[in-house]
């Protein structure tokens, strides 16, 4: 079966492999946000959600933010996503 995310990391990986060893962030369709290796999470609230990545830390903005899952290095986020950023 074709994976999407499979290929774009096997090209990426012969130019830059230090960067598939980081996160992932995937926004579908700006509803549902899918986070792969966050390193915890730091606030919490219907129109923020922060958490930890690698070197640094993500902020999510929205309306209606819901954390649907949380495992050790894995989250989704489902609500209206207006903005994402890696600071």
């Given at each position: 079966?074709?994976?999407f ?57 929205g ?22 950023e890696?600071?």
């Open positions: 079966m074709f994976n995310f499979d290929e774009i990391k096997k090209s990426i990986s012969k130019i830059q492999p230090q960067v598939l060893s980081n996160y992932n962030i995937i926004n579908i369709s700006g509803k549902i946000l899918y986070i792969e290796g966050h390193l915890g999470l730091t606030l919490l609230s219907k129109e923020t959600i922060t958490f930890k990545v690698k070197k640094g830390r993500a902020i999510v903005e309306e209606d933010l819901t954390l649907a899952e949380l495992t050790d290095t894995t989250m989704k986020i489902v609500g209206t996503i207006k903005k994402v890696v600071v």
